[in-house]
Each structure stands twice: as structure tokens, then as C-alpha cells.
């Protein structure tokens, strides 16, 4: 079993709908990341979480830590956010774990 | 924000011959810089950690004689693929640390041929 789980790994949504991606994972972590990977393989750091909530944009990020899970979500989703998503966790030295990632696909 | 960069951003390399990837932070100092290896349709996967004036730490089952990384400066950390057979063609991504954010770079996809 991997050290860190997303769902789902396909997401096809039309334009103006709510996304939701999951991730859980098995270790002790000192924080959470969600990352964008477009076509090119270019990587985008969205959010960095310890806890609570965060926002930015049309994107929000939560995390709980008893329950060892987070969620990104997209309001208001657009063809642009169309990319793959990726869940990774921290452990000591700063090291990231990563989730499979999510292949999200937004049509118009 | 804080860029990282990666020079080339891509590369075909002969089998056998070795290939040198730069990773610099533009606007600010990373203390530690990391190297990722991407398989098509796979997730990044750690290969070592790098720290300025040290050396680097390595993943299990990476071979350090292998992936030379050289970290020497606070901008800049190579990776140098020696002796590069086709089963290294992958996509190599660094990223730099700073003030517990860490910034990706573009990535550099080596094919070797």
C-alpha cells in the first residue's frame, strides 16, 4: 500500500462544475502539499497545509490530521485547470512523498 | 514569486556518454535542493537530497556513482547522469527549499538513445 493515496486517479468534469480530489496517506507528516503538473511537465507548488483550511483563488485546500486525509477543491472549474494534481506529504528533511496523482480533464 | 531554473530542458544523449543537469534558484538562496525522476505516467520519485558545501544524501537504490550531484553554491546544484544507458531516459525535475516552500523547476527530459 502506498505511503500516500489519491482519488480518484481520472476526473473528467464539464465547465462551471465543483471538483473535488482526495488524498490520504499513512505516515506522520510535518505538512501537506498540492502541486500542478501540466502537459509540459512543469510543476506548480498550490498549497502548502499543517492544518484548517486555505484559499486561493477558485482553489481551496483542507487537510485533517486526525483523520489523516485532505481535499483540493475547484469552484467555478475551466478547461485552463485541466493538468494533473498531486498530493505530497512531508516528512523529516523536508522530504516529499507523493501521491499517483489525478488527471483532470475539464471540457468546455 | 521565487523561480527555479533547469538548463537543459531537454536533452538526446548516446548511451554510454554522460549528460549534466543545472538547477539554479534565480531570486533567492535554497540551502537544500532536490532531485526527482519521473517515469511516463508515474509520480516523481526522490532521488537525493542536496545541501549546500556537503554531500548529498540519496535515495535507496539510487547509485550515487551513478547520479553525481554537486551542490556548490546556494544557487545552483548539478546532477550529472554518467555513463547514461536508455533505462535513464526519464523526466528529471529539481526543486529548491527555502523557508519550508519548496519551488519546482521545469524539469528536464533526457532520452538516451
Known amino acids: 500500500k502506498n505511503e500516500v493515496e489519491q482519488s480518484p486517479q481520472n476526473l473528467t468534469a464539464q465547465e462551471g462544475e465543483f471538483i473535488t480530489i482526495n488524498c490520504s496517506y499513512s505516515v506522520g507528516i510535518s505538512a501537506l502539499h498540492w502541486l500542478q503538473q501540466h502537459p509540459g511537465g512543469g510543476i506548480v507548488s498550490l498549497f502548502m497545509l499543517s492544518s484548517g483550511k486555505k484559499k486561493h483563488g477558485r482553489l481551496i485546500a483542507t487537510i485533517n490530521i486526525q483523520e489523516k486525509h485532505s481535499s483540493l477543491h475547484i469552484t467555478a472549474s475551466h478547461p485552463r485547470d485541466s493538468a494533473v494534481y498531486i498530493c505530497a506529504v512531508e516528512t523529516s528533511g523536508s522530504r516529499l512523498t507523493f501521491g499517483e496523482g489525478t488527471q483532470l480533464t475539464v471540457n468546455p | 514569486g521565487a523561480v527555479v531554473s533547469q538548463h537543459p530542458s531537454w536533452v538526446i544523449c548516446k548511451s554510454g556518454t554522460s549528460v549534466k543537469i543545472e538547477c539554479r534558484s534565480l531570486?533567492?538562496?535554497?540551502?537544500?535542493m532536490f532531485w526527482y525522476r519521473q517515469f511516463p505516467k508515474q509520480s516523481l520519485m526522490l532521488m537525493a537530497t542536496s545541501n549546500e558545501g556537503s554531500k548529498a544524501t540519496y535515495e535507496q537504490g539510487v547509485e550515487k556513482d551513478k547520479f553525481l550531484i554537486n551542490h556548490a553554491s546556494l544557487t545552483l546544484s548539478t546532477l550529472t547522469v554518467t555513463s547514461a544507458h536508455p533505462e535513464d531516459s526519464s523526466f528529471y525535475i529539481c526543486?529548491?527549499?527555502?523557508?519550508?516552500?519548496?519551488?519546482f523547476g521545469p524539469g528536464t527530459r533526457l532520452t538516451v538513445t
Open positions: 531570486d533567492f538562496q535554497a540551502t537544500t
Open positions: 526543486s529548491a527549499s527555502a523557508s519550508r516552500e519548496q519551488y
